[in-house]
């Protein structure tokens, strides 16, 4: 049994997308046996990272900013697993932005070079061997989770942690009109939690369910282009 740490935005809370498809993926996680905890960056005081390096070479592995980063870092060093939660913005929120910045101190600059790239590694008092993605997207293609995806991969890679997989979920508005469906995905999002929790990775089958298309792009764009008109057409 492992521990498991998530840290999510979610514009509308607990009630966003993005707040129930990674609540369906952790309670898979804790089916499967892990701890969890739960942290939104929106309730959180998270500084923007100065630069400053503090954590690297005046106090190692500590950050000189006091502010709430102090205890999601202590919860950040128990975990075996880290789970980022956002939505798609252009790319990131800015308050993921500011957390991800903020994860410095959990790095120790033990340079190497992989494929061309300089890394860094993991402190050896934090537990973290791997981090997932969980996402969602307002645009109707998967692609657009391609910046975000990258950003997580990134992080790994400059930790030398494994990346170990994204759930995505597309036009996830549309979930809030086709009940049958949304079920169906949140239910595939608890199992892919359970798959990682047992077995350190997630099906491309169990991924492929959450990720399914729910309307045509055509009638997609047809939908958001009409809405959109009519607001504008009111003028405001």
């Known amino acids: 049994m492992g521990k498991s740490v998530a840290v999510y935005y979610s514009s509308s809370a607990e009630s966003g997308n993005t707040a129930r498809l990674l609540a369906s993926f952790m309670r898979g996680i804790k089916r499967g046996k892990d701890t969890t905890e739960t942290f939104a960056v929106k309730d959180l005081n998270i500084s ?5 390096l503090h954590c690297w070479f ?4 500590q950050c000189y900013i006091q502010d709430d980063m102090q205890d999601l870092c202590s ?29 410095c ?9 992989r494929d061309g790239r300089t890394r860094a590694k993991m402190r050896d008092d934090v537990a973290i061997s791997r981090i997932a993605l969980v996402s969602t997207s307002g645009w109707w293609e998967i692609g657009n989770f391609d910046t975000v ?3 997580a991969c990134e992080l790994a890679e400059n930790a030398s942690v494994p990346f170990v997989g994204s759930v995505l979920r597309p036009h ?5 009109q086709q009940e049958d469906k949304a079920r169906e995905i949140l239910d595939a999002a608890e199992k892919a939690g359970y798959q990682l929790a047992t077995t350190g990775t ?3 089958d169990t991924l492929a369910v959450i990720s399914q ?12 282009n009409s809405n959109y008109l009519r607001v504008k057409g009111k003028g405001h």
């Open 48 to 52: 923007p990272c100065t630069g400053a």
């Open 58 to 61: 005046k106090v190692p592995g």
């Open 75 to 103: 919860s950040l060093r128990e975990a075996e697993t880290l789970i980022l939660a956002t939505p798609v913005y252009i790319p990131l929120p800015g308050e993921m932005q500011n957390l991800l910045n903020r994860l």
């Open 105 to 113: 101190p959990l790095m120790e600059p033990i340079l190497e070079t």
């Open 149 to 151: 995806v990258r950003i």
């Open 172 to 176: 996830a508005l549309v979930m809030g």
């Open 202 to 204: 997630m099906s491309q």
């Open 213 to 224: 298309p729910l309307t045509s792009e055509e009638e997609y764009r047809r939908g958001f």
